[in-house]
């Protein structure tokens, strides 16, 4: 009877460890993004589609202009033809990135006509205005997309609507406040967020949520 105690408050222990570790990732994370652009802007984002795998390309071009932008990147193991793995960033969803806004509308159409590759924002179903992703959505959505959590999923936008989970508010650690799906696979529970054009998703503990 012991041992059994024992093994199960150091299960409890365990899991706790692990939680309070990947939440340090997140605040790292959040701190990242801090330092690299110091205040965080208040001007929505752009969901920006392009074509043949060409978005390290378009976030030259942006960069040449310093235009902000972000790509979602994920690590992926390449085998070389010695049979040695390397892990290597690439982009978590192809012919997407995200662009904030800089200007009127017009403006940022007409930067995107300079570019030499084709760049096709997203918009409203039968409008021309182009759909606005809050500068809050896209902090959670870049914390979220961080390399560094193992456990991050990703999908197009249809993908992970079509994921059955629960309507929920995270309401502890890093991402209180965030609205998503809690999803559950495989005896986890993975938070769920969906933007324009893609969703991620990351462990989390389900007591972390409350449902709407």
Not at 3 to 11: S, T
Not at 93 to 98: K, V
Not at 167 to 184: A, W
Not at 196 to 210: A, T
Request: charged content about 25%; overall charge positive.
């Amino acid at each position: 009877m012991k041992k059994r105690v024992r093994a199960g408050r150091n299960c409890i222990i365990l899991m706790h460890l692990l939680v309070t570790k990947e939440e340090n990732k997140m605040k790292m994370s959040k701190g990242n993004i801090k330092k690299q652009e110091g205040q965080f802007s208040e001007e929505p984002w752009y969901a920006v589609r392009t074509f043949n795998c060409q978005e390290q390309k378009v976030s030259q071009f942006l960069a040449e202009r310093d235009i902000v932008h972000f790509i979602p990147m994920a690590l992926r193991t390449k085998v070389k033809d010695n049979e040695t793995e390397k892990r290597i960033l690439v982009p978590a969803i192809h012919n997407l990135l995200f662009v904030q806004k800089q200007g009127s509308q017009q403006q940022m159409l007409q930067l995107f006509k300079e570019c030499a590759l084709p760049l096709s924002p997203f918009r409203h179903p039968g409008s021309d205005t182009i759909c606005e992703i809050p500068s809050r959505e896209m902090i959670e959505l870049r914390m979220l997309c961080d390399p560094q959590f193992k456990t991050s999923v990703f999908f197009t936008q249809t993908e992970a609507e079509g994921l059955i989970g629960k309507d929920v508010r995270v309401i502890n650690g890093p991402f209180k406040g965030s609205i998503g799906k809690l999803i559950r696979k495989k005896g986890n529970y993975y938070f769920l967020k969906i933007v324009i054009g893609m969703g991620v998703m990351v462990r989390i503990s389900r007591w972390y949520c409350e449902p709407l």
